[in-house]
């Protein structure tokens, strides 16, 4: 019984372990001090979409067990952030708007305040300050997470106008993940081929013309697969799938999540290429499958997805260990499908349809299980934690709004905010 109530509680743990690590931070300020006066040279942020305390338990359960640690979780530092945009219930567009430009801001928006005026992002500062800068993730490389750190668009469904500010504007440096259909135009099928199978409503749909084309004229080398990714010099674009880099319906009907380019072999390639300026960095890795998986209530996609995200993050954290003016945060951008973990029991108080408890998960080197519950599968108001270490990574400890990421990451930077 002992182990059952850990699992009931396991949810909290992390929420707990921000508050006594806040209060500690609280009355010793010569942290925050000591933070100041040195400046991270490389950023790597991580973005579990949708990933909130529960999901990182499970997650962690089923990789490590009860007592093992997930290389996102084994960080000094904690910080719990609160989610809401200028509504309670954020989506990704304004909770990563937040993060990148301290600003709250409407569901849908990308890089633009409630107004609809452009905000400066954390990822424009640092290309002034000559660092070189990188996207990657399994979702569109347009989608809304990515999109809100290097462009500004009303409405984030506006994938073509994303991609070329990209190249033509924010200039990124390392563009990695799906959603090459927005880069052609409709009947211009690219290195995926329109109406697969597998998706038939996938196709080619650009509104600014052969965006490929144009980013090779601007010098990037483009890359469709693994070999080409990693043969790859100078500025890369890598596009490997027409859409997301998995495939998300009803749970039981068809989920995939198998990316032709894993997230930790992207993220290796970013680090590789970004990390040849000897003025720095910054990269945002997102993994969006945490997040999709979840709003079809699907929990063994979830944890496989944000087993991908984990050993990403191993890959930082050793770069970092090699390179300590590197700072490295997990974080999530809300949380998705009011994810629970439960005991293994005959009760599901979810009811029926895909919101049906999930499971039983195997507990890693244990021979104990566990189950998962559901209450929506949509995004939540809840708390999201983020783990913290390298260069900077004291300022980050507390309870504070998403906007806090934004202020915090420039002054770990150096950079000069506007008065």
Same mark, same amino acid.
């Given at each position: 019984?002992?182990?059952? /109530? ?5 949810? /909290? ?39 909130? %305390? ?26 719990? /952030? ?35 005026? *452009? ?16 996207l990657v993730t399994t979702s569109q490389i347009t989608d809304?997470?990515?999109?809100? &750190? ?17 190249? %033509? ?14 880069? @052609? ?32 004229? #601007?010098? @990037? ?14 500025k890369v674009l890598g596009l490997f799938a027409n859409e ?13 999540? *198998? ?17 040849? *300026? ?30 991908? #995200?984990?050993?990403?993050?191993? /890959? ?74 390298? %260069? ?13 990421? &934004? ?13």
């Amino acid at each position: 019984m002992k182990s059952r /109530i850990g699992w009931k509680t396991s949810a /909290i743990g992390i929420t707990a372990a921000v508050l006594v690590i806040a209060s500690f931070t609280a009355s010793h300020g010569k942290n925050e001090a000591a933070a100041a006066s040195k400046q991270a040279k490389n950023v790597i942020l991580f973005v579990g979409d949708g990933m909130g %305390t529960a999901q990182r338990d499970a997650i962690r359960l089923a990789t490590v067990g009860e007592k093992g640690q997930l290389a996102m979780d084994a960080m000094p530092y904690l910080g719990l /952030i609160h989610t809401s945009s200028t509504t309670p219930v954020t989506d990704s567009a304004a909770a990563a708007t937040a993060f990148a430009s301290g600003v709250k801001t409407y569901n849908g928006a990308i890089g633009v305040d409630p107004n609809k005026k *452009n905000v400066k992002t954390i990822m424009e500062y640092a290309k002034e300050m000559g660092k070189s800068t990188g996207l990657v993730t399994t979702s569109q490389i347009t989608d809304a997470t990515p999109a809100a &750190f290097a462009s500004h668009v009303l409405d984030r469904s506006k994938q073509s106008d994303i991609a070329l500010q990209y190249i %033509t504007k924010s200039k990124v440096d390392v563009l990695l993940g799906g959603g090459e259909d927005f880069w @052609y135009p409709a009947g211009q099928a690219g290195g995926f081929k329109d109406e697969q199978p597998d998706d038939p409503s996938e196709k080619s749909k650009g509104t600014q013309g052969n965006l490929v084309d144009k980013a090779k004229s #601007l010098g @990037y080398t483009y890359v469709k697969n693994k070999a080409d990714m990693v043969k790859a010099k100078g500025k890369v674009l890598g596009l490997f799938a027409n859409e997301e880099m998995f495939q998300q319906r009803p749970e039981g009907e068809g989920d995939i999540y *198998n990316p032709v380019v894993s997230l930790p072999d992207m993220t290796k390639k970013a680090l590789d290429t970004l990390s040849s *300026n000897k003025k720095g960095f910054f990269l945002m890795v997102e993994e969006e499958a945490t997040d999709e998986m979840a709003h079809q209530n699907n929990a063994k996609l979830t944890i496989k997805a944000g087993q991908q #995200l984990d050993q990403s993050v191993q /890959i930082a954290k050793n770069y970092a260990k090699a390179h300590p003016d590197t700072l490295v945060l997990v974080l999530a951008d809300h949380e998705t499908g009011g994810f629970s973990i439960e005991e293994v029991d005959a009760n599901d108080e979810s009811g029926d349809g895909i919101s049906k408890e999930d499971g039983p998960f195997a507990i890693a080197n244990s021979k104990l299980n566990f189950v998962v519950d559901w209450t929506t599968s949509g995004h939540t108001a809840v708390d999201v934690p983020v783990t913290v270490t390298g %260069t900077g990574a004291e300022l980050f400890s507390g309870v504070y709004e998403n906007t806090g990421i &934004f202020t915090r990451l420039a002054q770990a930077m150096g950079v000069k905010l506007p008065k």
